[in-house]
Structure formats: C-alpha cells, structure tokens
C-alpha cells in the first residue's frame, strides 16, 4: 500500500526558507500516470494548492506562490521536496504531500484529483 | 472564472440523504474529486471521476455533475460521516483549485 510521509522543521523563522521532504514507500515515484505534489492548510481554514512535480521533473505551480515555491524530486530516494522562500506568518500552515492523477478524458476534458495523501506536517513561522 | 462555490455548513438527520454541492465554470470541462477531511486528519478522496468511489469508501457516497455543478450525495447518513467535505477541478493554465468546503452535521 502506498504510503507518503512528510518529514521538514515544525518551526521556521521570518524571512527564512520552510524546506520540507516527501518520502514515498510502497510504491515507485517513477509512474509515468502520476505528478507529486504539495497542499497546505492554514489553521481553521481551506485547501491551497502549491505545485506538483512529475517524476522527469516538469513541474507547476500556484501562480500565487510561484515567484517562492520550488518542488523538486529525488528519484534514487524516492523522494520530492518543497521549498517556500521568504516565510511569513501567512506561511503557517498544515502542509501535506500528496499523489495527483492527471488524466486526459478526451473531447476537451480532463480529470485532476488527489488519491494518495500524507499524514500531514504543521510548520509555524514564528521569531 | 476559477472559483468554486461550498455552502459553508450542511446539517443531515441519521439515516438520512444530504446532498452537497460544488458550483464554478471549470467543472464544465476540468473533473477533480471530493475530499473528506475529519478534524487532525488529512483529507480522503471519496470520490473522482464524477462518481467512482476508491476502494473502501462506503456506496452510500455517490457523485453527479451538471452544467458547472458537482453534487456528492450521501444516502443513509452515519455518525461518521460527519466531516468537512471539499471538492477540486483545475483552472485553464492547470492549476488546481479548492471548493471553501463544506462542514457537515449529522443530527
């Protein structure tokens, strides 16, 4: 069974970069059907989505964080990564690692839906 | 427009059906999935491909869609179904956006 486990610093100062790692058991990253991806939630709030990455390495970003945020990934470890830039309080959140389906439903149609998640990590940005 | 519209809060008697929606232009052509999140726990995918239910997820959630709508139906409503449910679809620069969701009450 497919399991992703997040793994970073719970605390994080202003100004500095959060730097959080996926680590996927059970499974391959290297699956031509699935990008790899980050969501994050602030306290008592939504689901925000920061950018996914496919296992060659193209990745897509929230254009609301895009000029901050870089996910990459790590193969030979099974692994992907996100790094958020210049942190602020707005920055606390529950950030959870997840697996996105991409898929081409023809005519025009396509479906983007996230089946595998990690547990969660609260990360604060706090001085 | 890239938004998607919850009603905030949906209350449901014990063994009863409720129906919640996912309203925005996107879902006319961009399918995500629905998402049930209990509190201190990561969201579950209850539902994708308009209405198929990922393996042991219950056959009282079903799915719908119409027009620039999405509907998660729950029939028979349990205590434990309690939850906050939010529904996705995609942008068309692709990227993926969030319903506010919904907090379901099962009296």
């Known amino acids: 069974q497919l399991q992703l486990q997040e793994s970073g610093p719970g605390l994080v100062k202003p100004s500095e970069t959060l730097s959080l790692t996926c680590t996927v058991s059970?499974?391959?990253?290297?699956?031509?059907?699935?990008?790899w991806g980050w969501i994050r939630q602030p306290p008592g709030k939504g689901l925000e989505w920061i950018g996914s990455?496919?296992?060659?390495?193209?990745?897509y970003y929230n254009s609301s964080l895009e000029s901050r945020a870089t996910v990459s990934v790590d193969t030979s470890k099974n692994q992907f990564s996100l790094r958020l830039r210049s942190v602020t309080a707005a920055d606390t959140s529950v950030y959870y690692c997840?697996?996105?389906?991409?898929?081409?439903?023809?005519?025009?149609?396509?479906?983007?839906?996230?089946?595998?998640w990690g547990k969660g990590t609260t990360v604060t940005v706090s001085s | 427009s890239s938004e998607l519209t919850q009603d905030p809060a949906v209350s449901v008697a014990l063994g009863q059906t409720v129906r919640i929606t996912c309203q925005g232009e996107?879902?006319?052509?961009?399918?995500g999935g629905w998402y049930q999140q209990k509190p201190g726990q990561a969201p579950l995918l209850v539902l994708y491909?308009?209405?198929n239910r990922p393996s042991g997820i219950p056959d009282r959630f079903s799915g719908s869609t119409s027009g620039n709508t999405a509907s998660l139906t729950i029939t028979g409503s349990q205590a434990e179904d309690e939850a906050d449910y939010y529904c996705?679809?995609?942008?068309?620069?692709?990227?993926?956006?969030f319903g506010g969701g919904t907090k379901l009450t099962v009296l």
């Open positions: 996705n679809s995609r942008d068309r620069s692709g990227t993926v956006i």
């Open positions: 491909h308009k209405n």
């Open positions: 059970g499974g391959s990253i290297s699956i031509s059907t699935y990008y």
């Open positions: 996107s879902l006319r052509n961009f399918y």
């Open positions: 990455i496919f296992y060659r390495g193209t990745t």
């Open positions: 997840m697996r996105q389906v991409r898929e081409d439903g023809g005519n025009g149609n396509d479906y983007y839906y996230m089946d595998v």
